[in-house]
């Protein structure tokens, strides 16, 4: 059983293009992250929610939104796709904010 | 603000060596440390955590660590490598509701 889970795993798509990453975890886990992994492998975390409320939000553009529409799904909507948004994006899950976290396979995010 | 210093980008080992990858961090508290493994094209996997107690820590896949407040360091071993071990390592630090800060990894290589 896949304990975090992302789709798509790859996404290619071009500038100015809409998209969303999907993440389920079946942990029974209250909080969950997304992280950014860039070309260099920084990992950096944009948002954290705990039992759907957002109690990180890392200096990330407007163009990036998460939702949560319950507390095993973690979505991530990104508009008007940029280069720069190239990276592959995480999602991760924990019991709790520092307790260790269980990462997905990762999205990778290449924009044309 | 917590930070992770991982000061080896890349390191090259023989199979069946010993292996030591640095890391150092900085936390105003109590810290919670974890050492993380990628393996190319894939997620992150948890190896080992420090929470409290016994410094020195066991995780999976024959590697352990070890938690040094004074040198604020918690270095990751491995009596012997195998070839399997090659990746990029992460090590990361948090505290109680606190966001999970990364290194920048440590490639290892193995040659045999």
């Known amino acids: 059983d896949t304990a975090v889970s992302q789709t798509p795993k790859y996404l290619v798509t071009q500038m100015g293009n809409d998209k969303s990453i999907k993440c389920e975890q079946n942990?029974?886990?209250?909080?969950m992250y997304w992280y950014k992994q860039d070309s260099k492998k920084f990992l950096k975390i944009m948002f954290s929610?705990?039992?759907?409320?957002?109690?990180i939000n890392e200096t990330v553009p407007n163009r990036f939104s998460p939702k949560s529409p319950d507390k095993a799904h973690l979505n991530l909507h990104i508009n008007s796709l940029e280069l720069g948004d190239s990276a592959v994006y995480f999602c991760a899950s924990s019991q709790d904010l520092g307790d260790e976290q269980y990462f997905g396979p990762g999205t990778r995010l290449t924009v044309t | 603000a917590q930070s992770v210093t991982q000061p080896d980008i890349h390191i090259t080992v023989s199979e069946g060596a010993s292996l030591e990858l640095r890391c150092n961090y900085s936390y105003g508290a109590t810290p919670y440390l974890f050492w993380y493994v990628q393996s190319p094209g894939q997620g992150l996997q948890l190896l080992l955590k420090y929470f409290s107690g016994d410094t020195l820590v066991q995780g999976i896949k024959g590697f352990e660590a070890e938690f040094k407040r004074s040198q604020s360091s918690f270095n990751l071993r491995k009596p012997s490598v195998h070839w399997s071990d090659a990746a990029e390592y992460f090590c990361?630090?948090?505290?109680?509701?606190?966001?999970?800060?990364f290194g920048t990894g440590t490639r290892l290589q193995v040659t045999l």
């Open positions: 942990l029974g886990h209250d909080t």
């Open positions: 929610y705990n039992n759907k409320e957002l109690i």
């Open positions: 990361a630090v948090t505290g109680t509701a606190s966001k999970l800060t």
